[in-house]
């Protein structure tokens, strides 16, 4: 077995038992493979080891790969979505992880009407404050939450959120921890579902899992260092 292959399964591993620690199963917990600035052959080879998830954050280099690998890839777009870059995305990602404003999310629902698609949507929190990070305060997101409710066009299954970088594990668990509780809330408030969360990267994936994360996104622990 190469070393992508095995970095592969050493994650799917080691995500597979925080998620026993959370009382769930492997399968309630999924693993995208952020494949962002690595080259398509790399995501090949994971695809004949059986992945389908991947997550870029460029639509141009989606758009690149998505053209040159299978079709029954699912592209997750996880960067920072530019206005003129939404059809790009609304085209070829099924999930959008990083919806982070009003305005952005009625652009995602217009194109999205005019391609015939229905993208699922997940609206980024901002749950640390950090002023550097982008997504919206947990304050507004009843309303954001309300909004994408109402749009025809977009599937809202839930919210996304990046803990900080250097901070340590127990304040990262209680950014993962009011992220549900508030998706736990909304639900209640909007009388919906919200399936999924998207917490949890290559430095802090396990915490995430045993604090309610459905979809963790790792890079660098499976592909290497950017
Ligand atoms: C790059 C990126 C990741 C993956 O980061 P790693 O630390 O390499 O696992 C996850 N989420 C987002 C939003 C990213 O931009």
């Not at 038992?17 to 199963?25: I, K, L, V």
């Not at 990083?98 to 749950?127: F, K, M």
């Not at 009843?142 to 901070?167: C, I, K, W, Y």
Request: net charge negative.
């Amino acid at each position: 077995m190469s070393e992508l292959t095995h970095h592969y399964d050493e994650v799917a591993a080691r995500l597979a038992r925080a998620a026993a620690e959370d009382g769930r199963s492997a399968d309630e917990v999924r693993l995208l493979a952020v494949s962002k600035t690595f080259p398509a052959e790399m995501i090949r080879e994971l695809y004949e080891h059986g992945v389908r998830l991947f997550g870029e954050s460029r639509a141009p280099e989606l758009a690149e790969k998505a053209a040159a690998l299978p079709a029954d890839i699912e592209w997750h777009f996880i960067g920072r979505l530019q206005a003129n870059k939404v059809r790009k995305v609304v085209q070829l990602a099924g999930v959008i992880h990083s919806v982070d404003t009003p305005e952005l999310l009625t652009r995602i629902d217009r194109i999205a009407g005019e391609e015939g698609r229905r993208p699922v949507v997940l609206l980024e929190a901002n749950v640390s404050g950090e002023e550097s990070k982008a997504g919206v305060p947990v304050g507004e997101l009843e309303a954001f939450a309300r909004q994408a409710a109402s749009l025809p066009n977009v599937d809202f299954q839930g919210f996304m959120t990046m803990a900080p970088f250097d901070a340590e594990p127990f304040r990262i668990a209680a950014i993962f921890e009011l992220l549900k509780l508030t998706r736990d809330e909304l639900e209640g408030k909007l009388n919906r579902q919200l399936p999924i969360l998207s917490m949890g990267m290559s430095g802090d994936f396990e915490i995430a899992a045993r604090h309610g994360s459905t979809l963790v996104r790792v890079g660098s622990l499976i592909f290497g260092a950017r």
